[in-house]
């Protein structure tokens, strides 16, 4: 798994940072470059929790990896040979968001159930997702800054192919986890107060990462940064989350999984505030060191709390159902408001809306989140006995179990 998330956020250092910036450059106006990256974030909404159950029910994670895969690296090809007009751009990017929609949430739920079968913390194997994305960042921003942004989907199309030799390796299901899917035990999943809040402040703070995913390089560029130390300071970025990756297990054991978190998005309010307020490449360039205390801490702590709330054969479902609305229906949501803002607002503008946004999410998990919920498995397991119950009840009384009489010996 430290070679697959190596070689897929490598691909993701590629994708990023520099997607606006192409985007940009092939002559799409910020209304259109929000909604053409808000492609990949719309289908984590609906790809995911179709793939989670897919999953879950009949064990197909290391497929479905291997098949997306390839049809990223398919897809990426294409928008390099025939992608030269909006409409087809927005078609290829939708296929793309497609086939990348499943493999993170996938990827996490077999990498925490071999954490929970061997020990470690999941923060130790993510940081080479971190290392990958910090090393393609900045030799891509070099790359490119030689050859030309239009060779982006080339070079992500051959970086792709990394991951997908390193899914052939990566570990199958446990058996415990094969257990098949009852619907009652969704629908108490999906009916869980505590799950349901968890998800949507999540899914507003993660969505204010939009601003500096799609638009920092293109407000960079506004400030006349060259390629070249726009992938600088991305990699630098990416570089900055390695010590909390690595230490996120000790951290969560002495603060808890709740105030990671909410450092975290603390600290996000922060760095949006900054690139507010300064324009000065050096002063931003030192506020981007912080994203990996914002978005590591986050990213760990929430991911954490899904598998520690939802029940072991429901986890690739939990990972979906955060993923899809984090990363996807937040994002979308947040790439196409910032984008129209882009336009109005311009960089400052939208990272103090970013901001306001993420302070609201802040004090909603402190607020309405308990430190320790009980696990929402135990819920599950008193309701299917009551179903259970119920169902005997109503059955017609030929097909009730007949009782056994002692025969009295004389």
Known sequence: MKLFYLGYFSAMGI?????????????LSGTQIGLTASMLPLAGVVMPPIWGLLSDRYSW??????????????????LWLIAHSFLVLLL?????????SPVIPLADAITLQWIGQRGGSYGTVRVYGSIGFLVAA?????????VGITALFLLLAVVFCGPFLASFFVPTQSKVSMTHVKRRELVVL???????????????????FAAYNTF?????????VSTRAIGLASGMASLSELPTMMLSGIMMKRLG???????????????????????????LFAFTLLHGVSFASFYTAAVT?????????????????????SFGLGTWASTNLFGTLYERLHGSGIFLVAAVLCAASLLGLLLLIPRNPAPVSSEISQRSRTCARENATALPQEYKPKEKKVEESH
């Open 15 to 27: 994708y990023l940072p520099y997607l606006g910036l192409y985007l940009g450059a092939v002559g």
């Open 61 to 78: 994670r290391k497929q479905l990896l291997i098949v997306t895969l390839l049809g990223a690296i398919i897809t990426s090809l294409l």
């Open 92 to 100: 290829c990017i939708i296929v793309l968001a497609i086939s990348l």
């Open 138 to 146: 900045i030799a891509a921003g070099s790359f490119l800054n030689e």
């Open 190 to 208: 999906l009916h869980d107060r505590t799950l349901l809040l968890f998800l949507l402040l999540c899914m507003v703070g993660y969505g204010t």
């Open 216 to 224: 920092f390089g293109l407000y960079l560029r506004g400030l006349g």
């Open 257 to 283: 999984v709740k105030w990671l978190l909410l450092i975290g998005l603390s600290v996000a309010v922060v760095r949006w505030l900054a690139y507010a307020i300064f324009t000065d490449y050096s002063v």
């Open 305 to 325: 709390f899904i598998d520690r709330y939802v029940p072991i054969h429901l986890r690739t479902t939990g990972q979906t159902l955060f993923y899809g609305t």
